[in-house]
């Protein structure tokens, strides 16, 4: 199973949580002084310290699936399916929001924007994959067409 410093570089790779630039796995109590933009695991919940109270974090994978994934095939598709859930996730929130409130309200516009950028990650990370996985293994040659009278046939 990845540990938690593997699965911690796959959700600061896809913001999830959205936000945080560190995360610490804590046991025992929370710290007194907690750091800004740092989410804490703290009894397998993610938590951050807002104001005068730690609040808990809504994520939008769970540690089990990005070990799966992780341990699959490594970071780059551990990131590129997070991504393509994180999607998944935001559109179904995106299509209560807009039932709920029968308009575009300010939250459905953050969420599409949220959704947006998602998307263009995805295509960031889709395309690192890829080039890991094609420099991967051996290659046994090359299957071009032959050219055959000045073209293709």
Known sequence: MATFSEIKEVRL??????????IQDVTGDLPGSPVNQTAYRHEGLYKYHDENEWVTLNLYVSD???G?????????????KAIKQIIAKLGKEIRLKRSDTGAESTEW?????LLRYYENLLAEFQEDYEESV???????????APEISGGNV
């Not at 992780?70 to 551990?78: L, R, S």
């Not at 516009?109 to 924007?113: E, P, V, Y």
Request: aromatic letters at 12%; proline letters at 5%.
């Open 134 to 144: 094609s420099k991967a293994g051996p290659r046994w040659g090359g299957s071009s």
């Open 109 to 113: 516009t953050g969420l599409q924007d």
């Open 13 to 22: 790779r896809v913001d999830d949580p959205d936000g945080f630039i560190d």
């Open 68 to 80: 799966v994934w992780f341990d699959a095939n490594g970071e780059d598709y551990a990131c590129v």
């Open 64 to 66: 089990t699936r990005l």
